[in-house]
């Protein structure tokens, strides 16, 4: 099992506020996925990153994928009370499985 | 075209019953991946499958619990003679065969052993 490792583990802070959540591995990843999961609900897919140093913008998002392909990190903007949920990186293997990190629960505060 | 299928949203099982639990992929989908969610906490791997082939069970405790994806129909997690320990939120993802594609997820089954 690959481990993961993101950070903080939980996050506060206040509507219109700026954050960075950040996904740790020693092993390299063929590929990284963010999710976004709410409560009761399946993670919903944000953004997959495949190149090592690849930025991609979603809106408020900005997803980072380290050049050694072990790391990633997700930065929101000014951020919103919508954006409040559980935030999961996961890395594809070479082998093509899935693993997934520890998660970091964020909460916006209006 | 429709998502990731799992069925039944909630399950509950009094304790040395069985419990199976369903996973209908994506079209055109023929990787399926099984996790276990606990409260407040992040997904842990447990099987992935491609039709009709157990890839990785390495997540997957050896006695009482079993994955299969025929050919035909869904993927079907199943949990024989079940312990408290059991219950939790059972999700699966689908991804299409190639390296670097996306996977999608259902919206899980809560299991509770009572």
Known sequence: ?110 | NAGVMQNPRHLVRRRGQEARLRCSPMKGHSHVYWYRQLPEEGLKFMVYLQKENIIDESGMPKERFSAEFPKEGPSILRIQQVVRGDSAAYFCASSPAGRNTEAFFGQGTRLTVV
């Open chain 1, 1 to 110: 099992t690959q481990l993961l490792e993101q950070s903080p583990q939980f996050l506060s802070i206040q509507e219109g506020e700026n954050l960075t959540v950040y996904c740790n591995s020693s092993s390299v990843f063929s590929s990284l996925q963010w999710y976004r999961q709410e409560p009761g609900e399946g993670p919903v897919l944000l953004v997959t990153v495949v190149t090592g140093g690849e930025v991609k913008k979603l809106k408020r998002l900005t997803f980072q994928f380290g050049d050694a392909r072990k790391d990633s990190s997700l930065h929101i903007t000014a951020a919103q009370t919508g954006d409040t949920g559980l935030y999961l990186c996961a890395g594809k293997t070479g082998a093509n499985n899935l693993f997934f990190g520890t998660g970091t629960r964020l909460t916006v505060i209006p």
